[in-house]
């Protein structure tokens, strides 16, 4: 949904209507889920993220345009993009990810994703959603081109940049071509320059062997903290 300021909805759409509507109706079952099933989580999809393609990047997207969005399906492994208006589904790719999150539109015509790389398996079978330390810790960020379909591991996935988040994760790219990466299992947050060196990291340490979750982490400009008035009016 795209809710204005005032609560009004601006637009409606159905994920599974936009599987049937564009001849893709046969993945709605490919994770063997059946619809009337009990399932953990009481949902089909699992859409975990919208992002949108603002107008000043969009001539960097030959197949895309302003608007456009970007959905990750949690369930199906899949990412895909959608005109909101004609409901049409631009492009859509199924891995090399695995149960990915925080799809987002960068400079130079490229989507970039975190990777979790990983299912909920690896928490074992009392599915406690806690990951043991002998867990690989092989989540990453890949970049893909939509127009190629070529697409590559930016960080991760090498010596010295290791981490693990079997569900959530988020990413953005910031100002100097580096990455803020929330390692939401890992209960860290870090920022790496363009050449993937960490600049600084958080952990959110519970106790001495454990972290507490981390779910989203956010740079703010400078002068944010410049403000004199913090009332709500």
Known sequence: ??????????????????????????????????????HSHGEIVHLNKIAELSSDIANDFPIFNTGDLALSLR???????????????????????????????????????????????????????VSSLSVPRVSNIMEIDPVSDEYRVIYGGVSGQEMLSIIRGKHELTVNGGLLVTESEGGRVFETDATGRIIWEYINRYDSDEVAEINEARIYPADYFRVSDWSCE
């Open 1 to 38: 949904m795209k809710v204005s300021e005032d609560g009004k909805v601006l637009m409606e759409i159905s994920v599974p209507k936009l599987f049937y509507d564009n001849g893709l109706e046969s993945l709605l079952t490919s994770t063997g889920e059946l619809f009337r099933a009990w």
């Open 75 to 129: 369930e199906y492994n899949l990412i895909l993009v959608v005109d909101p208006d004609t409901k049409k589904i631009k492009w859509w790719r199924i891995g090399p990810w695995l149960r990915q999150h925080d799809p987002e539109f960068i400079p130079g015509g490229k989507l970039i994703v975190f990777n979790n790389n990983i299912y909920r398996t690896a928490f074992g079978e009392n599915r406690s959603d």
